[in-house]
Antibody, heavy 127, light 106 residues
Framework: QITLKESGPTLVKPTQTLTLTCTFS??????????VGWIRQPPGKALEWLAL???????RYSPSLKSRLTITKDTSKNQVVLTMTNMDPVDTATYYC???????????????????WGQGTTVTVSS | DIQMTQSPSSLSASVGDRVTITCRAS??????LNWYQQKPGKAPKLLIY???SLQSGVPSRFSGSGSGTDFTLTISSLQPEDFATYYC????????FGPGTKVDIK
């Protein structure tokens, strides 16, 4: 059974850096084709995809936020960490991590959606 | 960047109704299209992947179709538990979500 859980601060000040950790079980990020991504949702608004890291350390970022995001993995700890710099009140949101996959047997690769999600963690940006 | 649009943004329907939601990509994305359902206060749930493949455990009243730039999610007979917000997402070039379609009770 795949599970994911987000952790991190609930409150950050403007200009600070946010660090979120996704701790997962039921799969390994050293297995070919596996990925873990981050998605956020401001209160009352739509989902926004942020970043994703694959088993081979391929990293993908939202073009609009790329300069502020860094995603890394610690395979031994079954964790994925997302950092977002220069936080602003508009970054107030629920942040989710989710499992994804890529079919490397296909040419070109087929990138699947997010099939298992964490419960989300709420981050408020305020002074 | 690939932009996603959805229509309508909201709709009211009754139990038993057939519901169709449309999603359009700003450029061709082949079949790299996923659909999610989200209920208030809950994480999204994957319904459809690769435009038309039903995720395991999802009722067969949900179906997806389309390729290229135009896609459709259909609920053949709306059930009480289907009142939610639905998002499309492209996975052709990084990932982008659509703005969502809220389905509520008429």
């Amino acid at each position: 059974q795949i599970t994911l859980k987000e952790s991190g601060p609930t409150l950050v000040k403007p200009t600070q850096t946010l660090t979120l950790t996704c701790t997962f079980s039921g799969f390994s990020l050293s297995t070919s084709g596996v990925g873990v991504g981050w998605i956020r949702q401001p209160p009352g608004k739509a989902l926004e995809w942020l970043a994703l890291i694959y088993w081979d350390d391929d990293k993908r970022y939202s073009p609009s936020l790329k300069s502020r995001l860094t995603i890394t993995k610690d395979t031994s700890k079954n964790q994925v960490v997302l950092t977002m710099t220069n936080m602003d009140p508009v970054d107030t949101a629920t942040y989710y991590c989710a499992h994804s996959a890529v079919d490397t047997a296909m040419a070109p690769y087929y990138y699947y959606g997010m099939d298992v999600w964490g419960q989300g963690t709420t981050v408020t940006v305020s002074s | 960047d690939i932009q996603m649009t959805q229509s309508p943004s909201s709709l009211s329907a009754s139990v038993g109704d057939r519901v169709t939601i449309t999603c359009r990509a700003s450029q061709s994305i082949s079949s790299y299209l996923n659909w999610y359902q989200q209920k208030p206060g809950k994480a999204p749930k994957l319904l459809i992947y690769a435009a038309s493949s039903l995720q395991s455990g999802v009722p067969s009243r949900f179906s997806g179709s389309g390729s290229g730039t135009d896609f459709t999610l259909t609920i053949s007979s709306l059930q009480p538990e289907d009142f939610a917000t639905y998002y499309c997402q492209q996975s052709y070039s990084t990932f982008t979500f659509g703005p969502g379609t809220k389905v509520d009770i008429k």
